[in-house]
């Protein structure tokens, strides 16, 4: 399956995708993990897409694309992709659709996660994230089970730079003005599944399934 996961900052995108990209057997793509693991590495993107990203600004597109273009060309995409957090902005999208065409591959799907704008600050400010492998966490929410260790791999958590409340609310503003707008665009392909992600992790998942499925 060919899908997009969509939604507001702390909607839950990564930690729906986590469980998804194991039942369905598809790689997992997010831009957001691929821009911080440059930023680790200190590439030369890496180091143009800190200043954005911490202060919940988009990277420029020129910079963005490109990379994506070559993931989805790799051979583990031919049996499918989640992709998590791309697009962002309308030229986005409309490279993507471009970069499929190109690949003769077609969305099945976009999954978009709906949640309050007031609840996402505590999602957010409280998220903790594992150092050695990705898995995601919240103190009061989703609480590994010795505090500061990854339940999966025993590695460090740490808290993402960019899950302060105010850039947390300059992620929400560049949302709403940026990436929203892109529902539209996949409404009128007849795309999207509009799933209530204010509600338990495994409802939001049983939820994801369920319209999958359909
Ligand atoms: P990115 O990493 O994509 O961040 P984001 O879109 O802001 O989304 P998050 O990862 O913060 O939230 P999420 O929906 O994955 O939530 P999660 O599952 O972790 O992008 C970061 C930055 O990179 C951008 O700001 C930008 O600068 C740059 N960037 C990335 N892609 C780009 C692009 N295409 N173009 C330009 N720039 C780009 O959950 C959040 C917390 O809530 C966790 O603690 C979790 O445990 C908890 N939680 C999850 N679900 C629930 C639930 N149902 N109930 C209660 N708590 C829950
Ligand atoms: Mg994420
Ligand atoms: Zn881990």
Redesign the pocket.
Known sequence: MNLLIM???????????EVLVNELKIPHI????M??EAVKQGTEMGKK?KE??DK??????S??IGV?KERLALPDCKVGFLL??????VP?AEALDQTLLDLGIKLNAVIN?N?PRERIVA??T????CRSCGA???VL??KPKDEGKCDKCGGELYQ?S??TEQTVNN?LD??EAQTQPLIDYYNRQGLVLNIN?????S??LSDIMGALKK
């Open positions: 939604g507001p900052p702390g909607a839950g995108k990564g930690t729906q995708s997010s831009t957001g993990d821009l911080r897409a954005y990203m919940g600004q988009l990277v420029p597109d910079v963005i994506v998590d957090g791309f697009p962002r902005t986005q996660i949640v999602r957010l409280g998220r903790r994230v995601t966490y919240h929410f989703n993402r960019d899950d992620r560049v949302y992600g204010d509600q338990e992790i409802g939001v």
